[in-house]
């Protein structure tokens, strides 16, 4: 059956590493959907982040989609609408903001309407992810997140002191969250019900589709979800050493239009 939904990660994969989305590239996301493929992109950015790429693509048209937060919510492009969208409760944000002081890790939890730290001195990661994804950051004390729609909290920090954390986060978070690393910078919490994977799974039954006519392509950890769920897994040549293993193709880098080659090579062929 030939491929009719491509999910595709931002960071390290859509686009270079100066942020842009090349002229192959634009190119062949036009020529599938013309042919009555869905691209979508799938990645753990909120949709303020995703709405200016959306726009250069021209995937915010009828019969568009996109998701967000890796898979904690799934969207109309076109109107809007939420398709499906999973939060964290105030008891999850309480316990894993509880873990981070313990790790001794900066942490922030994301919104639909913006990045809340209970940080007096705001890290500079979350700096850099409400400067990279066009988000506020508020402050605002763990008593006063008591009625935010959460969608995911991030664990963020320099990679060494991350990467120690990590080794003593305790085995019942794994049991209780999705945890993925998507940059060597940030650890990030969903529902346990939440991946990009499942994602896809949910939105290919709404457009009819048999997994055997999906696609993804990823570079990173977070992406690795959607990578084992679709029929055809595609890494970039930029991934992580332990995605390829798992991928079907392995496509050029993100600064060689790699989306473009996969889609000319393995989609639209």
């Known amino acids: 059956m030939s491929i009719k939904l491509v999910t595709v990660d931002i960071d390290g994969t859509l686009i270079t590493d100066d942020h842009r989305i090349t002229d192959e590239v634009f190119q062949a996301v036009q020529e599938a959907k013309a042919q009555g493929v869905h691209v979508v992109i799938a990645t753990g950015r909120p949709i303020a982040g ?16 996109v998701i967000t937060f890796n898979g904690g919510l799934i969207q109309d492009a076109e109107t809007g ?5 999973t939060l964290l409760t105030y008891n999850d944000y309480l316990e894993i903001e509880n ?3 313990k790790l001794g890790i900066h942490m922030h939890a994301v919104t639909k309407k913006g990045i809340y730290t209970a ?8 700096v850099h992810e409400a400067t990279l994804v066009h988000m506020p950051i508020f402050y605002r004390t763990p008593e006063e997140m008591a009625n935010k729609d959460i969608v995911k909290i991030m664990m963020i920090d320099d990679p060494e002191l991350l990467d120690k954390a990590i080794q003593h986060i305790p085995q019942t978070f794994y049991d209780n969250y999705t945890i993925v690393k998507s940059t060597p910078f940030y650890l990030e919490f969903m529902p346990k019900t939440v991946s990009k994977g499942t994602a896809i799974k949910h939105l ?13 392509i990823g570079d990173a950890e977070n992406d690795r979800a959607m990578l084992e769920v679709v029929a055809n897994p595609v890494v970039m040549e930029n991934g992580v050493p332990e995605l ?9 880098s993100n600064n060689e239009s790699g989306v473009a080659h ?4 393995w989609v639209l062929n």
Do not use: C, P, W
């Open 204 to 216: 290919a039954e709404k457009l009819g589709l048999d997994m055997s006519q999906t696609m993804a």
């Open 262 to 265: 996969a889609i000319r090579e």
């Open 119 to 126: 940080n007096r001195n705001i890290g500079n990661y979350t």
């Open 50 to 65: 995703v709405t200016t790429l959306l726009e250069q693509l021209h995937l915010n048209h009828k019969g568009d989609y």
């Open 99 to 101: 873990l981070s002081r």
């Open 81 to 85: 609408e939420e398709i499906v969208k």
């Open 244 to 252: 390829k293993k798992i991928a079907k193709y392995i496509t050029k």
